[in-house]
C-alpha cells in the first residue's frame, strides 16, 4: 500500500511539474521572440510610442524572469487546484489552471511593462494565454487519463452507525472515477466483524457517523494496519482541529480558547475590506447601473432587496442586495431558502444569481462596516432561531462578523446541507489567518464562474439535514466528545 501511493504521488509529482514546464516553455518563446526586443531596444516608433527601455539581460537575468514565472504559476496553479491531478475532474482541473494562468499572465505583463518602463503590446500576450489554454486542456485529460489507467478507483469499505448510509454514499459516487464503496456494513453488526472485514482487499474504510464508542477502536485498529481511514468529523472533532498543542508536562495538552482575533488581524482585515470594497465599488458601477435599470423596466418594483440578517453576536443589520424575486415573493410572511428552480425567481433574478450580480449592492455593507469580506454567511433571525433549536452549535459560527464569501462557499455549494455549511464554517473560524482570507479571496473568483455553487437547496437535502443534525453532536454530545476515549 505505501509503495503504491508513493508511486502515485511521484507521478503526479512529474505530470504537474511537466505541465508546468510547458506552460513556462511558452511564455519563455514570446519572451525571447517578442518582449525581451522589445524591453532591450532603445527605439522610439513614429507615433511617439516607446518601444524599448534598452535593458540588456544576460544568462542569469534571463533566468530569473522564466523562474520568477514558473514560481508564480505553481503558487496560482497549487492555489487554485490546477495541479490536482486524479483528485479533481479533468474539467475542474482545467478550470483552475485557466484562473492560475490568468493571474499570471496578469502580473507577468506588468512586470514586462515596468522592465520596458511603459506599457508593451497587450496581443502577444493574449497569444500565449491561448495557446497555453489549449495545452492545459489537453494535459488535464491526458494526464488524468494516464492517472485513472495506472491507478483505478479505490474499493472502500464504508461503516456506518444509526444514521442511514444514503446520503454519503450519494457523494462518494458522485466522483465514481476516484472511490467505489464496494461493501457496506452497519456497526450493529459487531466491532469484531467489521475489524475482520477491514483487512479484506479494500484501499479504505469509510467512518460515517459510529458512535465514539466503537470509532476510536476502529480507527486506532485501521491505523494499526496500515488501512486508510477517511472519517466525517463531528463538530467537537473540527473544534479540536484548531486547538493549541501545549508542552506543560509529561503529556500532550490540547487549548481551545474562546475565539478571539487579535488586535493587529483586525486591522488588517478591516483594512483589506475597506480598500477592496471601494476598488470594487468604482469597478462594478456600470453593471449595477444597467442591473437596476433592468430591474426596474421589468416589472417597475424595487430595484433593491433589504432583508434584515445577523452578523457578529447576532447583532442584526440589513443586507442589500439586486432583487431576484417577484415582489410577492414572501407574501405569506414565511422565510424560505431558494430550492432548486424556484417559482419565485425572476428571469432576469435567474440570470444575475447566477452570476452573482445580485451580490454586488453588499459591498456598500462591507464598506461600512456590516460584513467583512471573508466570513460565514449572514442568515436571517428567524432561520437561525430554527436551525438553534434543531442544532444548537449553529451559534459558535456568529463568533466572527459575516461575509460575502467564506470558507463554506468556497468549498461547499449553495445546497450544502446546513450541518455541513456549519463544520465549513467552524474549520474557517478555529484556522483563522491573514494568509487563509487571501487564499479564500483568490478562490471566491474561481467559485465565481461554477455553476454548481448556485444551485438551490433540493427538499430532500433539507429532510435528510435535519435528520442527520437531530442525530449529530447536539444530541449525541456524551458520545461524541470522544478524544478522551480510550
Known amino acids: 500500500m505505501k509503495q503504491r501511493e508513493s508511486k502515485k504521488r511521484v507521478m503526479v509529482l512529474l505530470l504537474g511539474f511537466l505541465g508546468l514546464c510547458m506552460q513556462t516553455a511558452v511564455y519563455a518563446w514570446f519572451w525571447f521572440k517578442v518582449y525581451y526586443p522589445i524591453v532591450s531596444s532603445p527605439r522610439v516608433s513614429q507615433d511617439g510610442y516607446a518601444l524599448g527601455n534598452g535593458l540588456k539581460l544576460y544568462f542569469r537575468g534571463h533566468l530569473l524572469i522564466l523562474g520568477i514565472y514558473f514560481i508564480l504559476l505553481l503558487f496560482f496553479s497549487n492555489t487554485y487546484g490546477g495541479l490536482k491531478i486524479g483528485y479533481l475532474r479533468p474539467m475542474d482541473v482545467f478550470f483552475s489552471q485557466i484562473f492560475a494562468l490568468f493571474m499570471v499572465n496578469f502580473i507577468s505583463y506588468f512586470q514586462i511593462a515596468l522592465l520596458n518602463n511603459w506599457l508593451v503590446r497587450v496581443i502577444p500576450m493574449l497569444e500565449i494565454f491561448v495557446l497555453q489554454l489549449v495545452i492545459a486542456f489537453a494535459w488535464a485529460y491526458i494526464t488524468n487519463a494516464i492517472y485513472m489507467r495506472i491507478f483505478p478507483p479505490r474499493e472502500l469499505l464504508l461503516v456506518n452507525g444509526v444514521y442511514p448510509e444514503d446520503d454519503i454514499v450519494r457523494k462518494f459516487s458522485m466522483r465514481k472515477d476516484k472511490y467505489h464503496i464496494a461493501k457496506k456494513m452497519n456497526?450493529?453488526?459487531?466491532?469484531?466483524?467489521?475489524?475482520?472485514?477491514?483487512?479484506?482487499?479494500?484501499?479504505?474504510?469509510?467512518?460515517?457517523?459510529?458512535?465514539?464508542?466503537?470509532?476510536?477502536?476502529?480507527?486506532?485498529?485501521?491505523?494499526?494496519?496500515?488501512?486508510?481511514?477517511?472519517?466525517m468529523p463531528k463538530i467537537t472533532d473540527v473544534l479540536l482541529k484548531g486547538s493549541s498543542q501545549l508542552h506543560l508536562f509529561d503529556t500532550p495538552v490540547l487549548l481551545l480558547r474562546e475565539y478571539s482575533i487579535k488586535i493587529e488581524q483586525r486591522a488588517i482585515k478591516r483594512l483589506f475590506d475597506i480598500i477592496i470594497s471601494l476598488i470594487l465599488i468604482v469597478v462594478t458601477s456600470p453593471i449595477m447601473l444597467i442591473t437596476a435599470v433592468i430591474i426596474k423596466c421589468y416589472d417597475r418594483g424595487p430595484v433593491l432587496y433589504k432583508q434584515i440578517r445577523c452578523t457578529r453576536d447576532q447583532k442584526e443589520f440589513r443586507i442589500m442586495k439586486f432583487r431576484s424575486m417577484r415582489v410577492d415573493a414572501e407574501k405569506d410572511g414565511v422565510a424560505r431558502l431558494a430550492s432548486r428552480n424556484d417559482s419565485r425567481i425572476t428571469p432576469i433574478g435567474r440570470f444575475i444569481r447566477s452570476c452573482r450580480i445580485d451580490e454586488l449592492p453588499?459591498?456598500?455593507?462591507?464598506?461600512?462596516?456590516?460584513?467583512?469580506?471573508i466570513g460565514p454567511r449572514p442568515e436571517r433571525p428567524e432561520i437561525i432561531k430554527q436551525y438553534i433549536e434543531e442544532m444548537p452549535e449553529f451559534a459558535f459560527r456568529m463568533k466572527v462578523k459575516a461575509g460575502l464569501a467564506g470558507y463554506a462557499q468556497v468549498y461547499g455549494k449553495y445546497n450544502t446541507t446546513p450541518y455541513d455549511k456549519l463544520k465549513l464554517d467552524l474549520t474557517y473560524i478555529e484556522n483563522y489567518s491573514i494568509w487563509l482570507d487571501i487564499k479564500l479571496m483568490l478562490l471566491t473568483v474561481k467559485i465565481l464562474f461554477t455553476p454548481d455553487s448556485t444551485e438551490g437547496v433540493d427538499e430532500n437535502q433539507i429532510t435528510a439535514s435535519r435528520a442527520m443534525e437531530n442525530s449529530g453532536d447536539g444530541a449525541k454530545e456524551t458520545t461524541d466528545t470522544d478524544i478522551s476515549s480510550k
Open 187 to 231: 456497526i450493529s453488526e459487531g466491532i469484531d466483524a467489521i475489524y475482520k472485514e477491514c483487512l479484506g482487499h479494500y484501499d479504505g474504510v469509510v467512518i460515517w457517523d459510529v458512535p465514539s464508542q466503537f470509532r476510536n477502536g476502529l480507527v486506532k485498529y485501521c491505523y494499526g494496519h496500515n488501512i486508510r481511514v477517511y472519517v
Open 362 to 373: 453588499q459591498l456598500f455593507n462591507i464598506l461600512i462596516g456590516d460584513m467583512s469580506f
